[in-house]
């Protein structure tokens, strides 16, 4: 079965910088698109950067300029390196795998990392 797995996440001040890695395992079909989501107490998960087989990003306009996704498909997996983090960030992080199967697409959460930006 496909299992994702987040890690990176930590205790950092405003200002720093840290990087995420989220590994897909037991995908036997191509991985289509991963991608980065976060949510805070009391607010809903919202997605702040994905990245498609081919390369193709979006970012949420919140996180552009400070964070960078990037993937390595030999591995089946993402990275999401934030720098400049500010106390908004703080949040759970949650790594999003698409998998085509033929004709549909499967989507696969990992359990989240916990990032917290304070003084």
């Known amino acids: 079965q496909v299992q994702v797995v987040e890690s990176g996440g930590g205790l950092v001040q405003p200002g720093g910088s840290l990087r995420l890695s989220c590994a897909a395992s037991g995908v036997i079909f191509s991985i289509d698109v991963m991608g980065w989501y976060r949510q805070a107490p009391g607010k809903q998960r919202e997605l702040v950067a994905t990245?498609?087989?081919?390369?193709?990003?979006n970012y949420a306009d919140s996180v552009k300029g400070r964070f960078t996704i990037s993937r390595d498909n030999t591995k089946n997996t993402v990275y999401l390196q934030m720098n400049s983090l500010k106390p908004e960030d703080t949040a759970v992080y949650y790594c999003?795998?698409?998998?085509?199967?033929?004709?549909?697409?499967?989507?696969?959460w990992g359990q989240g990392t916990q990032v917290t930006v304070s003084s």
């Open positions: 999003n795998v698409k998998v085509k199967v033929i004709t549909a697409l499967l989507d696969y």
């Open positions: 990245i498609t087989s081919g390369g193709s990003i």
